[in-house]
């Protein structure tokens, strides 16, 4: 089902989508219209245009591919599904992410994947082509993160204070030096064998999705972020 | 100097050998090991260094052998330097540690409504009789449309927004499954279904075993976003959005991974042993339009059907927020005074940040009503509520309806020892051991709630009776039912009532 967006409120959108019985949808002419696909299951929808903030917020199992970039708080709680962004994402894109999958082909802003968390087969994955903006993984609490610096000629493809807080789950970061200020709670290491089977196929999807080579990704040199087990997050406590 | 205690215990069991019969019942209820036989001298002893003053071992004990009391040995007095002082640096210069505490303050802070009295009908107006007259304690809350829609015939379209409907103006507000038990969770589920009102899953998701009680239960969501998932959402009567927590204004939470074990971990959508960790912000909520954002993703995926809460501890500025707030598309603002109760909180932040909740709510539902904006909101507060004539008061400040959470807990049997924080509730409450939590039996707990709310409720309408008032929409904001005793002009300004004599 095709749907023109023009003159549509998001709340009339969203209805439409919900209300029909068809699996997949187009959607044309989106000009900024927020909550597109918020809590959707069981449909494929692909966005035309420039979706607004929250795009997939709570998603529950819907595919949705947005051919040019999103805005801010993409995926936000969204506890499965897959979103493909071809361009970049704004800020805060996978926040508090469960489940699913979220691809963006460019950049991310700042806040990516944080409070990420992972409960048995609930395994998030946030994958990201070029760079992040600051506070990358904040909170992280599970899940995957792989940020692939596409651009960035093996410079850290990150911001500020990656990690920080960070207290389950993995980042995994294509280049060849760390970012300068990673914090205490984070060790950083070469990415083990181990390590490297398990992005291998994460990316075989990611790669093919966006009509990357893999190997040539695999070629370069990655780090892998884990919480410190010796420097948990936490603060010494005195009871009264 | 070191191995030195400087440490006295604050307080000393005593126990009269007399009536002692050495049943060791004391020994098996205390959790904090303070009680123990003594085979060589054949008697019961105790440790008092770990004596939380919690009541247990005297409540059960069953020759009534014990008591607790407040030691007597006595530091040099001093106004400026009291002992508590004296003995919290003591503690810290030992530790290096942030004191942690738990529940409301224990500071003397001024109750403001231990400063204002109620008024009553005589001659004209007169006084109403509950017992004969119907009183109407039912409220809705909820953004109140004013506008009236007609159809082409001239016919009023009934139209609402989303609203949730109390039968007592009094809610049991969030306390996460985590922080409290198993059982203490299933009783305020229980208790809120029986009474028509409602419960709060706190920020630590929602139970499997407690998805029935959705239709009188609030989901909250908070910074960390614990358990939350479409089906969580779709659960709830209401969702609160957390903004701060009255006790800890700032402050985020942290649930240690060691309490993160079997269910919890579960409900949480963690795995054991891991840290709950939610600090103070949402980090993606840093305006007014952000929080809007929030609001309308959370109507979204809930198809509008639910209204929405947004909580917020009384700070200084709260007028201010809590009218943009008015403005976010939320339907329920609730407001956490500072004398809130917490599983756990830095001391330093629980006694010294945020304002009391008489104050907040007055100036609150002042700075709405003069911008014309308090019908888009219904106010809750909460932050020690202990009395029914507290929740007339803060009806009569303008409140719609009260949060409950430390009483709820006294009625289930908490002595306000204030060691939640350590996780050995002798009281099966703020505890997950399941010896401790089976001490609570979720049948009796429940009733005991019932009885509790439901003896409120009488009052209220008692109070309301004597007032000449039949209903709580007619007292709510009405403070010229509210007289201030022994208040300054500020503090009588603030609050918008008279002095009483006046
Ligand atoms: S419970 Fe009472 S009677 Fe029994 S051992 Fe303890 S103090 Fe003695
Ligand atoms: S901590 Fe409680 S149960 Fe233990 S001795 Fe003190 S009052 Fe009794
Ligand atoms: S809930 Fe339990 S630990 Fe907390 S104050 Fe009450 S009795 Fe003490």
Redesign the interface.
């Known amino acids: 089902m095709v749907i023109d967006a023009s003159g549509l409120s998001?709340?009339e959108l969203?209805e439409r989508i919900?209300e029909s019985s068809d699996t997949e949808f187009d959607i044309e002419n989106l000009k900024g219209q927020?909550?597109i696909a918020?809590?959707s299951?069981g449909k494929k929808i692909v966005i035309h245009g420039t979706p607004g903030?929250?795009v997939g917020?709570?998603l529950?199992g819907s595919e949705v591919e947005i051919l040019s970039s999103a805005q801010?708080?993409t995926g936000?709680?969204m506890?499965d599904g897959k979103i493909v962004i071809h361009g970049s994402a704004g800020?805060?894109a996978g926040?508090?992410m469960?489940g699913g999958k979220i691809y963006i082909r460019g950049r991310a802003g700042y806040?990516a994947g944080?409070?990420m968390?992972?409960?048995k087969e609930?395994r998030p994955l946030l994958i990201i082509g070029e760079s992040a903006g600051s506070?990358l993984g904040?909170?992280q609490?599970?899940g995957t993160i792989i940020v692939l610096g596409l651009s960035s000629d093996g410079k850290p493809p990150v911001g500020f204070f990656c990690g920080t807080?960070m207290?389950?789950g993995k980042i995994y970061l294509r280049c060849n030096e760390l970012p300068p200020d990673l914090p205490e709670q984070v060790i950083a290491e070469d990415m083990s064998e181990e390590d490297e089977k398990e992005l291998r196929e994460h990316l075989k999807d990611y790669a093919a999705t966006f009509n990357l080579d893999i190997e040539k990704i695999l070629k370069e040199h990655f780090f892998v972020l884990k919480p410190n087990s010796q420097n948990?997050?936490?603060?010494?406590?005195?009871?009264? | 100097m070191s191995g030195i205690n400087y440490l006295f215990p604050e307080y000393e069991v005593k126990r009269d050998y007399d009536r002692c019969i050495a049943c060791r019942v004391c020994e098996r209820q205390c959790a904090n090991e303070v009680h123990h036989f003594d085979d060589k001298r054949g008697k019961m002893v105790s440790d008092d260094t770990k004596c939380v003053c919690c009541q247990r071992c005297v409540s059960l004990c069953p020759t009534r052998a014990l008591k607790i009391v407040k030691t007597d040995n006595t530091f040099k007095t001093n106004a400026n330097w009291r002992e508590?002082m004296i003995t919290?640096i003591y503690?810290?210069a030992?530790?290096?540690?942030?004191?942690?505490?738990s529940m409301g303050t224990p500071k003397e802070y001024p109750v403001y409504f231990d400063k204002m009295l109620i008024n009553a009908s005589q001659v004209t107006n007169p006084s109403i009789d509950p017992l004969r007259e119907p009183m109407e304690t039912r409220v809705f809350l909820g953004s109140k449309e004013t506008k009236i829609i007609r159809d082409s015939d001239g016919r009023i379209v009934p139209h609402l927004n989303q609203h949730i409907e109390l039968s007592t103006p009094i809610m049991f507000s969030a306390m996460s499954y985590g922080s409290i038990s198993y059982n203490a969770h299933r009783a305020l589920a229980m208790a809120a279904e029986e009474l028509g009102t409602f419960y709060n899953t706190g920020e630590g998701g929602l139970h499997e075993d407690f998805y029935k009680y959705g239709k009188n239960t609030i989901v909250q969501v908070a910074?960390?976003?614990?358990g939350?998932?479409?089906e969580y959402?779709e659960a709830g009567a209401a969702l609160e959005i957390k903004m701060g927590q009255g006790a800890k204004p700032g402050i985020g939470g942290?649930l240690?991974g060691a309490k993160i074990v079997g269910d919890v971990?579960r409900t949480r959508?963690?795995?054991e042993g891991?840290?709950a960790?939610s600090?103070a912000p949402h980090?993606?909520i840093y305006s007014i339009e952000d929080l809007r954002?929030?609001i309308?993703?959370l109507k979204?995926?809930?198809?509008?059907k639910k209204p929405v809460i947004v909580k917020v501890a009384a700070v200084h500025n709260i007028a201010a927020i809590a009218s943009g707030i008015a403005r976010s598309g939320a339907d329920i603002i609730s407001i956490d005074g500072f004398r809130g109760g917490t599983g756990a909180a830095p001391?330093a932040i629980r006694d010294n940040v945020g304002i009391p909740m008489e104050l907040a709510l007055a100036s609150v539902d002042k700075r709405l009503r003069d911008e014309g904006i308090r019908n888009n909101v219904s106010l809750v507060v909460g932050g020690s509520i202990r009395s029914s004539a507290d929740i007339v008061k803060a009806i009569a400040l303008g409140a719609d309806a009260v949060y409950i959470a430390t009483s709820a807990l006294i009625a289930l049997g908490c002595h306000l020892c204030r060691?939640c924080?350590?996780g050995r509730c002798n009281w099966g409450i703020a505890t997950q051991r399941p010896d401790l939590v089976k001490r609570l039996n979720p049948n009796i707990g429940k009733e005991r709630l019932v009885n509790l709310i439901n003896a409120w409720t009488n009052e209220i309408k008692e109070i309301m009776g004597g007032m000449g008032i039949n209903s709580i929409e007619a007292l709510k904001g009405n403070r010229a039912m509210l007289r201030g005793i022994g208040l300054n002009e500020k503090e009588l300004e603030i609050l918008g009532i008279k002095h009483a004599g006046e």
Not at chain 1, 232 to 240: E, F, G
């Open positions: 998001y709340k969203n919900k927020r909550y918020t809590g299951k903030n929250d917020a709570f529950d801010d708080a936000d709680t506890n800020d805060a926040y508090a469960r806040r944080i409070h968390k992972a409960y609930k506070f904040e909170y609490a599970g807080g207290h389950g948990p997050y936490k603060r010494l406590y005195t009871h009264i | 508590n919290n503690r810290q030992d530790t290096g540690g942030v004191l942690l505490a910074s960390g976003r614990f939350v998932k479409p959402l942290h240690p971990s959508m963690i795995p891991s840290d960790i600090p980090h993606d954002q929030l309308f993703a979204e995926a809930t198809d509008y001391a060691t924080h350590l």
